[in-house]
């Protein structure tokens, strides 16, 4: 009956798509349209590789996958792979819910321009234009957002559920932690993940094997074997039917609507969940397999990727973010998404936006270290110190630095290594639907450690430049945490009379060693080089791009998980994020004697120019071959 159905929906199959379908398939243009579906996957042998083992994910090595599904039916009609591989909306600028025409290369390899089989060679894909681009609504923009979804439960091929409907409302909505309780607190209540929104629903018998039809095409799937677009096309079209019959129709129109399928523990994926990145348009799919049924942070990642989430890495690690459920969760529980990830979906703000101009409260002071108090993340979205010295198209990482501190629930899963630290990320996103840019996380800090970003050369010929220094001088745990931020113009301080701490090294000007051989004023004539051989700096703070800190132990996959530190009795809440950058303390110097009272600066040369080349041009460079 239900194939039937489908037949008839080919029938009525408006001309447009029949005929680039026949098209197609007659190899005279190589091009079909519809509706793309970027899925990306969990991959499961991330969480599963035994104790020692390591189980770093490099970048570039995951798999996404681009479905194709009919423009005018296209729940109704089976979608299609048309590529795989890293990055694919990076790679095709194209997102869930566009409407996309596909341009195949001619290539005598391959068999057409689709692939109805999954052990058929992919076609070559030319290029994708989007036609039209879907509109996204996940980003919060002062409305709550409420999600909606149909949670089905799947058995098939003798394989018995994974979970029951009980089971599945309670890690949705009745455990202690729940996807519900997730979304809320992490989103600081402005995404609802609803009861009265959100549908539980099986046990669904799937046939094992049978046919998906697309267009005027069936083709066949069978989840004894597979577990490709044809498998899960038929999952889901079994699904929607029997809530269709069961009477959830007119629940079902609504739109972002995820479909939610829990698998078998026993089918054929090779990722532990897949799901779209983005919901635009009427729905968006998640996939859990059985094993993670149950598995708060598994569900929680996919559902993050419906939200237009990318995955949050460390170095070359794709999911190497142990503090972001878009990385990787050390433990079962509640882990929030890094400020980063928080902004790219208006979860947040910054409590401060520093400019290259003002890093330090105080336009033009170069040098001076402005003091900042963080709150912990778990109390305020007004949480994080966003630095974007990446303006006018200075190819600088735009850098958010937070303060992490567990309660009872907000991170309530963070490890006891990242736990009351200061995190600094990069990421050059912005809060739009269509950005693919993903964060990264560059270091974890305790109290007294410093972070030293690289230093963007400004050219070859002088040590001038950007860059910047961030040290944690204190943390009150679970409270506050006091950084100072330092922007660099010089590497080596070589601007000696200018009242600033150009290095951030703590020493200003003649206080600085690497101003002791620049005794007078600089000269007025530039062609009197100074000395080249300075003496050489002074040992700066112990340098803070720390290496990476060890990985902890994999992820205990049986339980019982090891339990939480008793929860923090409540505190005091945090004082209010200061607003205003202190301007005082420097950076700390070494404890030795007291700073002389300030001499009274020399005339500046007027006007200052951020970073007059004192050296000598270097020879022209040898001409390249
Ligand atoms: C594609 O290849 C087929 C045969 O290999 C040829 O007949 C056809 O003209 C080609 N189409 C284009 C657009 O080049
Ligand atoms: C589960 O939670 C829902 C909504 O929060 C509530 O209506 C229901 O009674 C709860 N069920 C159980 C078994 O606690
Ligand atoms: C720095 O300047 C920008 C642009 O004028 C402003 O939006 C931001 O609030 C300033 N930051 C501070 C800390 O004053
Ligand atoms: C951010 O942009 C900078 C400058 O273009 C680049 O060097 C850096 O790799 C980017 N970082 C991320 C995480 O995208
Ligand atoms: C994000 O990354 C893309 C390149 O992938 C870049 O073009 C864009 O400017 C970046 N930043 C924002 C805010 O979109
Ligand atoms: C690089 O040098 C030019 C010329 O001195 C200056 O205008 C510019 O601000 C410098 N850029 C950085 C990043 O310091």
Known sequence: MRRQQMVASAICRPAHFVLATLLALTN?????????????????????????????????????????????????????????????????????????RVNYKNSSTASGSRRLLSDEPLPEIDSIDVISESEGHEIYTGTQIRVKSMIYIISTCG?????????????????????????????????AFDPSENFVFGPVEIPCKGTVTNGVLKYPYDAS???????????????????????????????????????????????????NVGCSGSYCIVYIKGAYAQDLTVNMHELGHTQGLSHAGRGYDEYGDFSDVMGTAP?????CMNVGNQYR??????LATLLPDNTTNAPGNRGVAGRWVLPPTAATDTNALYLRYNINGTPFPNIFVSFRSRTSRYDNALATYMNNRVFVHNFNGSATERDYNRTLLVAVM???????????????????????????????????????????????ET??????????????????????????????????????SKSPPPSPPPPISKPPSPRPPPRPRSPPRSPLPPPRPPTSPPPPPQLKASKAPRFPTPPQKPRPPRPPPPPRPPPRRPSSPRRPRMPTAPTRH
Request: net charge negative.
């Open 28 to 100: 005279v243009a190589r091009a079909e349209v519809g509706v793309a579906q970027v899925m990306s996957a969990l991959e499961e042998g991330y969480f599963d590789s035994p104790p020692g083992v390591p189980n770093f994910h490099l970048n570039n090595n995951n798999k996404d996958y681009l479905y194709l599904a009919d423009i005018e039916n296209p729940s109704g009609s089976a979608w299609r792979l048309v590529a795989e591989g890293p990055n694919l909306i990076d790679k095709y600028n194209v997102l869930t819910g566009d409407y996309v």
């Open 159 to 191: 394989w018995a559920p994974s979970a029951t409907v009980e089971q599945i409302k309670g890690t949705f909505f009745n455990n202690t932690n729940n996807i519900a309780g997730y979304h809320d607190t992490c989103s600081y209540g402005k995404v």
């Open 225 to 275: 074997v597979a577990c490709g677009a044809a498998e899960q096309f038929a999952w889901r079209q079994y699904s929607e039917a029997a809530a269709r019959a069961a009477g959830y129709g007119a629940f079902m129109a609504s739109s972002q609507r995820r479909i939610i399928h829990i698998l078998p523990r026993e089918v054929r994926c090779p990722w532990a969940g897949l799901g």
């Open 331 to 335: 433990s079962e529980g509640y882990l």
């Open 345 to 350: 979906v208006g979860w947040n703000k910054p």
């Open 446 to 492: 305790a109290a007294g450690d410093v972070y030293t970003s690289p230093f963007l050369g400004n050219t070859t010929f002088d040590d001038s430049g950007l860059g910047v220094k961030i040290r944690v001088i204190s943390i009150a745990a679970g409270t506050s945490a006091t950084v100072e931020v330092c922007r660099l113009t010089e590497k080596v």
């Open 495 to 532: 601007s000696c009379f200018d009242g600033d701490d150009n290095d951030c090294n703590g020493l200003t000007d003649e206080l600085d060693p690497a101003c002791a051989m620049a005794s007078s004023p600089p000269p007025s004539s530039p062609n009197v080089p100074p000395s080249p």
